[in-house]
């Protein structure tokens, strides 16, 4: 049955309280199933969610389901009733993601190809052991970091001729401009984890250009020429790349550098940078969040990154990144996120270390806390600054007679909206 607009005229409509007390009554309360107006936090017509369903076995899922897999998205089972509308997913998981393994270390990776909604950044997460080498290789757009377990050697050429080798830990972040050459190397004791961002949804970790591959595809005379040295000398190089291979766990660090030096000079800024360190840009009961981008992590000119931790029941709040899409990598914690774009359409998901989300450049989003540890996640924009618009910000600045005016709000109530934009609010 529709519901036309003319229906509210004629219907009272039914509070949840109502709606309940029906169900409970029994079968008899099915019979009528009347057209509701849309009400406060139950804005659609007709209406959808759950709280509008008066025969509760509507609820039920009777055909085949996985259980297990389904109670991960508890927003996907049983959305808010203010849930509207349908956008393109925005969820992925690298725990859905099949691992490549190899001595040494592992990779897996969601891609645009994967996650559709990806256009501006692909994600991969690796493992390496200690001594574990991702080989040297390089590509054509640039790789940030975050390191998320261990300690990982990284080294990097940059287009001057400049060498740069550091080692990183839990919490810092790396960042290669696209087309240098770099390689990555687990320390002890026990190896790294870490997560790459690219800065194209269409990159893949499996198709970069590894050393090895051009070594194997020139011929041995020109091998020679380049190098300077007898054709033989390369007569055992491999056939094939090796992406990552388990090696020694390398000397310490000062070596390494003294070994790789140039008249060259070294980099003006380093390729590594704390963020675990960086000031916090917002600090508070609910949370905080710091932030690396180009104006601290100079060289990392083409992405930006904010890490934000939420305390258990509160909640980063609604806002919008006018500049880039928002990529997020879940680390500690639950939380539920909705989006919100025209048509309208508003849309929840869950996630869970591990898990992914994908804002597009300008769609209003909150996230909120729903477990009982921090919720603590990294937010990758494909810029050279972090740019952000509060929502509750641009209400408390905006002329209050019209705010009070257009949300049928009491004017004392515009008049306590927070007017210093914060970034989280507590539960
Ligand atoms: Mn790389
Ligand atoms: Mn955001």
Not at 11 to 39: D, E, F, N, Q, V
Not at 343 to 369: M, R
Request: proline share 9%; hydrophobic share 40%; charged share 15%.
């Amino acid at each position: 049955m529709n519901h036309l607009p003319g229906d509210k005229m004629k219907t009272k409509p039914l509070s949840r309280r109502s709606i309940m007390a029906a169900t409970a009554a029994g079968g008899a309360a099915l019979a009528a199933s009347p057209a509701r107006a849309a009400t406060f936090g139950n804005p659609d017509l007709p209406p959808e969610g759950a709280v509008n369903v008066t025969n509760p076995n509507t609820l039920t899922i009777p055909g085949p389901h996985d259980p297990g897999l389904a109670a991960t998205m508890p927003t996907f089972l049983d959305p808010p009733a203010t849930d509207a509308g349908s956008m393109p997913a925005f969820w992925a998981s690298f725990n859905l993601a099949p691992r490549r393994i190899q001595d040494g270390g592992w990779g897996r990776q969601v891609t645009q190809s994967d996650f559709a909604i990806s256009t501006e950044i692909a994600g991969v997460n690796m493992r390496l052991s200690a001594g574990g080498i991702r080989e040297l290789h390089w590509h054509q757009q640039a790789e940030w970091a975050i390191m998320t377990y261990g300690h990982c050697r990284i080294t990097v050429l940059d287009a001057q001729g400049r060498p740069f080798a550091a080692d990183v830990k839990e919490g810092d972040l790396w960042y290669f401009p696209a087309g240098l050459p770099h390689s990555l190397q687990g320390l002890g004791p026990d190896g790294a984890e870490f997560v790459l961002a690219f800065d194209n949804g269409a990159s893949s970790e499996f198709n970069t250009l590894p050393a090895t591959d051009w070594m194997a595809h020139t011929p041995p005379e020109v091998l020679a020429k380049n190098f300077g040295v007898p054709a033989e000398s390369f007569k055992n190089i491999p056939l094939q790349n090796r992406w990552i291979f388990q090696g020694k766990v390398p000397p310490p660090l000062a070596e390494v550098q003294e070994a790789i030096a140039s008249k060259a000079g070294k980099p003006e800024y380093p390729f590594v940078f704390s963020l675990a360190n960086a000031p916090k840009v917002s600090d508070s009961r609910g949370g905080s969040v710091q932030i690396a981008d180009s104006s601290n992590f100079h060289v990392s000119t083409t992405i930006a990154a904010g890490l934000v931790t939420i305390t258990p029941g509160a909640m980063r709040t609604m806002h919008w990144h006018p500049n880039a899409d928002e990529w997020q990598y879940y680390l500690k914690g639950t939380g539920r996120m909705t989006v919100f774009n025209a048509g309208p359409s508003a849309n929840t998901a869950n996630f869970h270390p591990g898990d992914i989300g994908y804002v597009k450049k300008g769609l209003g989003h909150y996230i909120e806390n729903t477990g009982t540890t921090d919720l603590v996640l990294i937010a990758v924009f494909r810029s050279a600054r972090y740019e952000e618009v509060s929502f509750s910000d641009w209400l408390a600045h905006s002329p209050p007679d019209m705010v009070a005016a257009t949300f049928n709000l009491d004017p004392g109530v515009v008049a306590r909206f927070p007017k210093n934009r914060p970034d989280l609010m507590p539960g």
